[in-house]
């Protein structure tokens, strides 16, 4: 076969990269080659399929490049900004923040690196967080990582310190909300405060959609909204109000075939140096008991 469609078949992989067919399934069905079943039968994207070639190549030859999706964090922006700023042009780091799902659908599909994820309290996460990420094709490639666990709560203006001492009190319609969007962790948090007080985000007063911690805190700082759920570090940022609701885990899903490159390396040591410790104090809320301690990997 001369050419090869953009989406392939075992078949058609197996004479791309020369294997036997009945190796392309095992690969596949152990999350090593990147695929996806469709009707019961697995494609393989060709595009990642040369990025995967590439990438098994002498440890890839992206090594020069880290990029960071997921959940936002001002301390992991501050660790990767330091890291930028120390590599200069010799390396290329990055960290978007999209929310916890869409970055692990962003890893899934071979976009970003590592992706930062938070979905519950502290005690729940050993268990929320691999089933979160089981539901994604490329999670036995997959290990998480513990960075650190945080403070999450309802951050308020400063003059409104006094009235979180009853949070239920912002329910009232009369108090402007700025919320998250849906499959980001901080708006399953709110989901679960709201279920436990008997109401829910649709009957919030939300006047602002923020895609991000910092954005969030930014609208309230402004005055542009009045509360917001979110984590303490968000609220010390922007010198704000914050009544602490949850402790959760704030964990790193990478793959195994990247774990060991060096600026993966890099950034899970940058993530309990003394510099690091001193800066998650201004910001307040952090916790680094288990601190790289590998969660969970898929057998």
Same mark, same amino acid.
């Given at each position: ?129 691999? #089933? !979160?990420? $089981? /539901?994604?094709?490329? +999670? ?10 945080? %403070?999450? @709560? ?107 490159? #060096? !600026?993966? $390396? /890099?950034?899970?040591? +940058? ?10 104090? %201004?910001? @307040? ?15």
């Amino acid at each position: 076969m001369s050419e090869f469609p953009q989406f392939m078949n075992a078949r058609q992989v197996a004479e791309y990269l020369d294997l036997n067919e009945k190796k392309v399934y095992s690969l596949a069905n152990d999350g090593v080659l990147p695929a996806t079943k469709v009707t019961g039968k697995w494609l393989f994207p060709k595009n990642l399929l040369d990025r995967w070639l590439i990438e098994s190549s002498h440890n890839g030859v992206f090594n020069d490049r880290l990029l960071i999706a997921g959940s936002d964090d001002p301390l992991l922006q501050h660790i990767v900004s330091k890291m930028a700023a120390a590599l200069g042009s010799t390396a290329l780091v990055g960290y978007t923040a999209t929310g916890t799902k869409q970055g692990l659908a962003m890893l899934e599909k071979g976009h970003v690196d590592i992706c930062a994820i938070h979905w519950g309290n502290a005690e729940e996460a050993k268990l929320r967080h691999p #089933a !979160l990420i $089981q /539901q994604y094709s490329g +999670h036995r490639n997959w290990v998480l990582l513990h960075a650190f666990e945080r %403070q999450q @709560g309802l951050i308020a203006r400063p003059e409104l310190a006094e009235k979180l001492q009853d949070p239920h009190h912002f329910i009232d319609k009369r108090w402007r909300w700025a919320g998250r969007q849906d499959g980001a962790g901080s708006a399953r948090a709110l989901d679960e405060w709201l279920f436990r007080n008997g109401t829910t985000r649709d009957q919030l007063n939300t006047v602002e959609a923020c895609l991000s911690e910092r954005e969030l805190s930014s609208a309230i700082a402004r005055g542009a909204a009045d509360i917001g759920f979110g984590s303490q570090s968000g609220a010390g940022e922007f010198g704000l109000a914050f009544h602490p609701i949850a402790n959760e885990a704030f964990e790193l899903v990478i793959p195994k075939n990247i774990y060991f490159r #060096a !600026l993966v $390396q /890099q950034l899970v040591h +940058h993530l309990d140096e003394e510099s690091i410790l001193k800066q998650s104090e %201004q910001f @307040g809320g952090y916790h680094f008991g288990n601190t790289g301690k590998q969660m969970w990997a898929s057998e």
